[in-house]
């Protein structure tokens, strides 16, 4: 009784606020049986919608009670209350809509409602239910899902829960989804999912449970606990066939690998960003346990173990990871990574970045299928040359920031270089960062590559054939601060380069011979720059769009090609902003942005060089004259002085 009487005064309470709140009605926006009813500023149910409506979205409104009037709407199948002011909910209001089967009412201030204690009543029909971000706590959630036999997706994230008990679900035992991230879950009771037979789903991230023992959902399918505070994770020991497909563990502080299920199906596990140093059981009980019944990942295709603490990989342990086709051991600690005969040949992407690798080793006929592989940030010097020549399928090489050098046409039995060549696979190739002394002639020699990025090589001597069998492939080449002086290879015999980047180094020219090129992008920032020639400017007018011209010490007068087509707008160049040349005025050189130039700022300067030869050829002009005049006086003198003496 008491209770009845504490919802009947809350409801009056509230209803005397929405009168005397002054209220701004819009229409709602009726289309084939929807009702779009959002940011009307709406106080109330409308009562006006057609009897034979489907949907109605009321979200982002002023609603504080549900009362009757949503019964007048019978037919209605979706019913959307998200972010509104709801309080109070007249209980057994939904138990007359039969046709109920969506009902939002996430966003809301449930946790008063749920505070008195008192049944929503039965949702017979609803089949998806969104509760979250409610400020809902502790056993609140019964308050709604008390009777609910219908329901199969259930959302209460974003709430305050701190205890799972194991009676909550006990009137929903449909149920497939179940969504409790981001909330405080410490505690869930044993038993507490086991009465839900179709659970298929269970989202846990985002909360603060330590630890997962006796995991026996054997129906489950997937399963998120990322970002909690769990130190392991431990299945059951049973013969009995688990479906779990997605188990998400990252972002905890696991230390050791997790005991799984030996039936298992699992196709994605991440364990990345933990505290794994061991890829071993937990203790010696979990290791004899491991030994008994070894590690059996027969489906897996994805594996995350990047941002841990591993330092070594047992030699065993992807034996049975027969379909594994995406590993990541990136960010780890690994000085040394071998593959034994016939290891991994089903993988097509393996991540081993920012490790310590020094020694790397593929067996024979490992990584059949590997197609891009990632090695970047390691400290890769002495390997066997021929070890790329090994991947039959790799078609991208990360190599940057380690110490490797090129092999060029002569033979190596040392590891003091890699062969990039004959690799007919390879298409992309990344060697910035990697202290490259010398590029070799041929050095890519059959390796049809499209993007080759030579880049951060401060010093690189490039051999003028270095590119020699690219002609018919490459379309991306970078050589970005090698501090290259010259450019002894014509890129215009690169028929289908479209993007060249040689930014950041100290070129004063550039190499296109041919007279014919595909050069879309070119970057020539922060070089030496003086005058971009004539010749360069009509073999890329055609192809060129974007070009990258600033921080070089450009000349105005010398470049008025290239001003009159920025000027134009023939060229887009990005980077106008900074890109400046320098006139002389007045005995002083002036910088002026390039597309600020006008003809007159070089006028002076011809006129200039126009008295200047005027000047000149009339002094020439004079001393022939002289000279002329002298040497008749010195004839007739000679002259004269011949007749007298006779």
């Known amino acids: 009784m008491m209770g009845a009487r504490a919802w009947l005064l809350l409801f009056l309470l509230n209803g005397s606020a929405a009168v005397l709140r002054p209220e701004h009605v819009s229409s709602c926006r009726v289309l084939e049986r929807v009702a779009n009813c959002t940011d009307l500023n709406l106080t109330s149910f409308p009562h006006w919608l057609p009897n034979g409506v489907h949907t109605v979205d009321l979200s982002g409104n002023f609603l504080q009670n549900l009362t009757d009037i949503v019964s007048f709407y019978p037919t209605i199948h979706q019913l959307n209350l998200h972010s509104n002011r709801i309080e109070f909910i007249q209980p057994g209001l ?6 109920l089967q969506v009902l939002d009412l996430s966003r809301n201030q449930l946790d008063l409602y749920a505070a ?9 029909f609803v089949q998806k239910l969104d509760l ?11 308050t709604f899902l008390g009777d609910a036999p219908a329901l199969t997706n259930l959302s209460l994230n974003g709430n305050s829960i701190t205890k799972i008990g194991k009676d909550t679900f006990i009137g929903t035992p449909a149920l497939r989804n179940i969504d409790l991230h981001n909330n405080v879950i410490l505690e869930i009771e ?12 269970l989202d846990l991230s985002m909360n603060s449970i330590s630890c997962i023992t006796d995991f026996n959902l054997y129906q489950l399918n997937s399963l998120n606990l990322s970002k909690n505070s769990m130190t392991s994770f431990q299945s059951i020991i049973s013969d009995q066939d688990f479906q779990l497909l997605y188990l998400d563990l990252r972002e905890n502080k696991i230390q050791y690998f997790p005991i799984l299920p030996t039936k298992n199906k699992l196709i994605y596990l991440d364990l990345s960003r933990n505290q794994l140093h061991s890829l071993n059981g937990t203790d010696a009980d979990e290791e004899l346990h491991n030994h008994k019944s070894p590690l059996k990942l027969c489906s897996l295709l994805y594996l995350d173990l990047s941002y841990n603490h591993l330092k070594s990989i047992p030699p065993d342990f992807f034996v049975s990871m027969v379909a594994l086709e995406s590993l990541n051991i990136s960010n780890n600690c690994l000085e040394s990574f071998m593959l034994d005969h016939r290891s991994l040949n089903t993988l097509k992407t393996l991540d081993l ?15 059949e299928m590997l197609e891009t592989l990632y090695l970047q940030g390691n400290w890769l010097n002495t390997l066997d040359p021929g070890i790329f020549q090994g991947l039959p399928s790799i078609r991208t090489l990360h190599l940057q920031q380690n110490q490797l050098s090129v092999c060029g046409l002569e033979k ?6 890699v062969y990039l060549s004959d690799i007919c696979t390879l298409q992309y190739l990344y060697l910035s960062e990697n202290d490259l002394l010398y590029l070799p002639a041929q050095a890519f020699k059959c390796s049809p590559l499209l993007i080759l990025d030579l880049s951060l090589n401060p010093g690189v001597e490039i051999n003028e054939h270095a590119l020699s069998g690219l002609e018919r492939f490459l379309t991306h080449l970078s050589l970005r601060g090698n501090q290259l002086q010259v450019l002894n290879f014509d890129l215009s015999l690169l028929h289908h380069l479209k993007v060249v980047d040689l930014s950041s180094n100290q070129l004063s020219s550039l190499l296109l011979a041919s007279g014919d090129t595909a050069i879309e992008s070119l970057n020539l920032q922060n070089n030496s720059m003086v005058t971009l020639e004539t010749h360069t400017l009509k073999t890329l007018q055609n192809t060129l769009r974007n070009l990258y011209m600033g921080s070089n010490p450009l000349s105005c007068c010398r470049n008025m090609q290239l ?61 022939v004259v002289l000279l002329v005049a002298i040497r008749l006086c010195h004839s007739r003198s000679h002259r004269f002085n011949h007749s007298y003496k006779a």
């Open 132 to 142: 979250s971000g409610n400020g809902l706590y502790t056993d609140m959630s019964d």
């Open 190 to 201: 044993e038993g507490t999912f086991e009465s839900l037979p179709h659970l298929a789903e």
């Open 563 to 623: 001003i009159d087509l920025v000027q134009q707008k023939s060229v887009h160049i990005p980077d106008i902003a900074m890109v400046t040349c320098k006139y002389r005025k007045d005995g002083e050189y002036v910088e002026i942005n390039l597309r600020n130039v006008q003809s007159e700022h070089c006028e002076t300067l011809r006129s200039k060089v126009l008295v200047i030869s005027m000047i000149t050829v009339l002094t020439l002009g004079l001393m």
């Open 116 to 124: 008195l204690k008192i049944a929503v009543g039965p949702l017979t």
């Open 353 to 367: 970045s920012f490790n310590n690798l020094q020694n790397l080793t593929f067996g024979n006929c490992t990584l």
């Open 412 to 417: 190596h039995v040392s590891g003091s270089c």
């Open 94 to 99: 939904f138990r007359s809509m039969s046709h």
